[in-house]
């Protein structure tokens, strides 16, 4: 890990000299380099907010759509099956395009650039929380489900006492690996206006027109930012093991 953060260090200062970059639009050591790079910086809350909002809606409504698929019932079985499938062959660009500038005119209803970007993002992830949440569910034994009957509880209440406090702990690093893909999908709300890490960097292209350095660091942003999250998931994957 030291190893690659240093390389991501050394790389944009070893190309500072070639004809093809000019870092100077970035450097903290001049007036028009810092400015810029606080500019870039700025979209880094929005991006981190935008990721976990989205993640946390996900979540619950990965576990609403997830519920019926534990049911014997072969209507509520195919609800989750469509739902689920419908979502995930949904590209989410197309989705946030959709629910910004199409259901306004379907419906009359419409929302904020930032609102349309969490809800379509808390809706297409919702479809992959689904299936971790089921897979999660399907993992505990049938011995679990007997012993919460055995002591006179229903269905929901054994599902929230005796279950999912066992598949919650099953599911947690694959909940954090999809944090990692949302924090990526992310940057496609720049789309509709939102004040990203990538909407910055376009905006700041338009007027530099440097648009190699931009993006070079623009990459740089993600790949760092993805890296520290990525590590911390994995070190609560070695503690969860551990437990």
């Avoid at 790079?37 to 981190?48: D, N």
């Avoid at 509520?76 to 500038?101: C, H, K, S």
């Avoid at 809800?119 to 929380?129: C, D, G, P, V, W």
């Amino acid at each position: 890990m030291k190893k690659l953060f240093f390389l991501l260090l050394v790389f944009p200062l070893t190309s500072c000299g070639s004809n093809e970059l000019n870092w100077l639009i970035l450097s903290p050591n001049n007036l028009e380099g810092l400015t810029n790079l606080k500019f870039l910086l700025s979209g880094l809350s929005t991006t981190i907010f935008i990721s976990v909002v989205s993640i946390i809606i996900s979540i619950f409504l990965g576990l609403i759509v997830a519920l019926p698929s534990l049911s014997k019932n072969k209507i509520l079985t195919y609800i989750n099956i469509g739902y689920v499938e419908i979502v995930r062959a949904i590209p989410l660009l197309v989705l946030i395009l959709w629910i910004y500038y199409g259901l306004p005119i379907m419906t009359g209803i419409s929302f904020s650039p930032f609102v349309s970007g969490i809800i379509a993002l808390s809706i297409s992830e919702s479809a992959f929380q689904a299936e971790i949440f089921r897979a999660g569910i399907n993992s505990i034994k049938k011995s679990q489900w007997e012993a919460g009957s055995s002591l006179g509880l229903n269905f929901y209440r054994i599902l929230r006492l005796v279950i999912l406090p066992q598949a919650i702990k099953n599911i947690l690093p694959a909940i954090g690996n999809q944090f990692v893909y949302v924090l990526k999908m992310s940057s496609l709300v720049s789309i509709i206006g939102i004040g990203d890490l990538t909407r910055k960097a376009n905006e700041l292209v338009v007027t530099t027109y440097r648009p190699l350095e931009i993006y070079t660091f623009l990459i740089l942003e993600y790949l760092i930012l993805i890296l520290i999250v990525s590590y911390f998931v994995r070190k609560f994957e070695r503690k969860l093991k551990k437990d």
